[in-house]
Structures are given as structure tokens and as C-alpha cells.
């Protein structure tokens, strides 16, 4: 098939189906190009809650029937403890 030229064209011109399919190839070029997205914002870390710290003008409070409990089960065990050690013991007359 001929195409015959209906006016005169210059030579720097070039008909626009070939202009527009160089638009086209560079909206192609365009989109291959992978573009990196930006990271995304660091989180911070979740912090643990403030120790509360009694007022310093009170003094803490020492429980007595606590500690007079534990002296005693303390002694009680050391009681058995001896017993056991020594209950094996052969007395040799």
C-alpha cells in the first residue's frame, strides 16, 4: 500500500501517530523503572510504667508477728534437721 502525502511535510517534522508512540515507549520506560518506597517510621518501644516509690518522711513499717513466725518455723526445721542427722547414730556401749 502507497500512502501519498496530502501536503508538504518538512523534514525535522514527523507525523503525530509516530509522536505519540514515542510518548507511549517513554510512559513504558516510566513504569519499569521500580522506585523504592520509603521505609516506614521506627515505633518506639513501648516503655515499662515508673516505679512508685513511697514518700521518703514515712518509714516503712516491719511486720513483728511475720518475722517472730518465721524465727520460729526456722528453729522448728533446724530441729528436725538435727534429728535426722542424727538418728541413724548406733550408740556403742
Do not use: C, S
Not at 507525523?15 to 513504558?28: F, T
Not at 513504569?31 to 512508685?52: C, G, I, L
Amino acid at each position: 500500500m502507497i500512502i501519498v502525502p496530502t501536503h508538504k511535510m518538512e523534514l525535522t517534522e514527523a507525523p503525530e501517530h509516530v509522536e505519540e508512540q514515542g510518548e507511549q515507549e517513554e510512559q513504558e520506560e516510566q513504569e519499569e523503572v521500580k522506585v523504592k518506597k520509603p521505609r516506614a517510621k521506627r515505633v518506639p518501644k513501648a516503655k515499662p510504667p515508673p516505679v512508685v516509690v513511697p514518700p521518703a518522711d514515712i518509714p516503712p513499717r516491719a511486720d513483728a508477728d511475720f518475722w517472730r513466725d518465721m524465727l520460729i518455723t526456722k528453729r522448728e526445721m533446724e530441729k528436725a534437721e538435727t534429728r535426722a542427722r542424727y538418728a541413724n547414730l548406733v550408740i556403742l556401749k
